[in-house]
C-alpha cells in the first residue's frame, strides 16, 4: 500500500522571503489609476463610437477591481495609510457598482471561516456549474444585505451609502437615457461582469469538499492559466498568505512549488 504523505503545516513567510510582502511606488499607483484609466477611456471611446474598445476597458475594470485592485485594498498590501485605503477602496469598487467595504467584510470572513457555511463567498463552490452560475444574478445583493447585518458602527455606514451611492449611479444612469445611452450600457456591462464572480472567484478555485486547506483550495499551473488569467490564479497561495500582494503571487508560487509537491499536491493543468 502507497505511504500516506505526512502532513506538515506550510512554510512560515518569513521562510519563503518577507520581500514578497514588498512593491515598489511605481507597482502601487498602477494598480490604484488602472480603474479610473479604464473607467475614463470608455467613456471617451463609447462617446467617440469606438463599442469594441469601450467593452474591453470594462471587461478589464471588473477583472482587476474585484480580482487585484480592490482584493490588494482589502486586505491593505498596497503600503497605504488605513484612511486613504479606505477612500480608494469606496471609490473603486463604486467604479464597478459595489461597495468595497461590504467586500471588505465578506472576504476577511472568507478568509476566517472558509469552508463553514456561514461563508457567504464560498456558497457558489458547493453548488453544480449550473448553480454557481445562477448564484451570479443575486450575489451581490446578499452579500450587501449579508454585510449589513453583520457590520456596525462605522462600518455599517460606510456600507449603507456605498450601496446607496451604487443604486443613484444606476439610477442616474436610467434618467440620462433620454440623451445617451452611454451610462446605461456601462451599468448593463458592469452588472455582466459582476455576475461571473461566484463563478470564476469561489466555484472554479475551491474544492470545499477537501480534507485539508492544501486540498481545499486548487492549485493552478502552466502557462495557458497564467495567460488566460494575467497571472491571477494562484488561490490558494493567496489563502496561505494573504499579506502578500497580487504582484508577488507568481514568486510566491514558485517559493511554495517544493513544499506542495512533498505534500502530494497535483496541479491542475491547461494543455501547457
Given at each position: 500500500m502507497p505511504t500516506k504523505t505526512l502532513f506538515v503545516p506550510p512554510p512560515k513567510l518569513a521562510e519563503l522571503g518577507i520581500d514578497l510582502l514588498v512593491i515598489n511606488p511605481v507597482q502601487?499607483?498602477?494598480?490604484?489609476?488602472?480603474?479610473?484609466?479604464?473607467?475614463?477611456?470608455?467613456?471617451?471611446?463609447?462617446?467617440?463610437?469606438?463599442?469594441?474598445?469601450?467593452?474591453?476597458?470594462?471587461?478589464?475594470?471588473?477583472?482587476?477591481?474585484?480580482?487585484?485592485?480592490?482584493?490588494?485594498?482589502?486586505?491593505?498590501?498596497?503600503?497605504?495609510?488605513?484612511?486613504?485605503?479606505?477612500?480608494?477602496?469606496?471609490?473603486?469598487?463604486?467604479?464597478?457598482?459595489?461597495?468595497?467595504?461590504?467586500?471588505?467584510?465578506?472576504?476577511?470572513h472568507h478568509h476566517a471561516r472558509y469552508p463553514e457555511d456561514d461563508d457567504i463567498e464560498a456558497t457558489a463552490s458547493k453548488k453544480t456549474l449550473l448553480g454557481a452560475l445562477l448564484e451570479g444574478f443575486t450575489y451581490h445583493f446578499k452579500l450587501w444585505a449579508w454585510s449589513l447585518k453583520r457590520a456596525k458602527g462605522r462600518e455599517r455606514q460606510l456600507i449603507l451609502v456605498?450601496?446607496?451611492?451604487?443604486?443613484?449611479?444606476?439610477?442616474?444612469?436610467?434618467?440620462?437615457?433620454?440623451?445617451?445611452?452611454?451610462?446605461?450600457?456601462?451599468?448593463?456591462?458592469?452588472?455582466?461582469?459582476?455576475?461571473?464572480?461566484?463563478l470564476v472567484t469561489s466555484y472554479v478555485p475551491h474544492n470545499p469538499h477537501g480534507k485539508t486547506e492544501l486540498e481545499q483550495t486548487r492549485v493552478f499551473r502552466g502557462r495557458a492559466f497564467s495567460i488566460i488569467a494575467l497571472e491571477h490564479l494562484y488561490h490558494l497561495e493567496h489563502h496561505l498568505y494573504p499579506a502578500v500582494p497580487h504582484h508577488n503571487?507568481?514568486?510566491?508560487?514558485?517559493?511554495?512549488?517544493?513544499?506542495l509537491e512533498q505534500q502530494g499536491i497535483v496541479p491542475v493543468r491547461l494543455w501547457f
Open positions: 502601487r499607483w498602477l494598480t490604484i489609476l488602472v480603474p479610473f484609466l479604464c473607467a475614463g477611456f470608455y467613456f471617451v471611446a463609447a462617446f467617440n463610437g469606438h463599442w469594441f474598445a469601450a467593452v474591453g476597458a470594462l471587461v478589464y475594470l471588473s477583472f482587476v477591481t474585484y480580482g487585484s485592485t480592490s482584493h490588494d485594498l482589502v486586505h491593505r498590501n498596497l503600503g497605504l495609510s488605513r484612511r486613504t485605503n479606505g477612500i480608494f477602496l469606496t471609490l473603486i469598487e463604486l467604479l464597478a457598482l459595489r461597495s468595497g467595504h461590504a467586500y471588505r467584510l465578506s472576504h476577511l456605498e450601496g446607496n451611492l451604487a443604486m443613484l449611479l444606476m439610477l442616474g444612469a436610467i434618467l440620462l437615457c433620454k440623451w445617451t445611452a452611454v451610462p446605461i450600457v456601462y451599468v448593463v456591462l458592469m452588472t455582466m461582469g459582476a455576475w461571473v464572480t461566484p503571487w507568481p514568486v510566491l508560487a514558485k517559493r511554495l512549488d517544493p513544499y
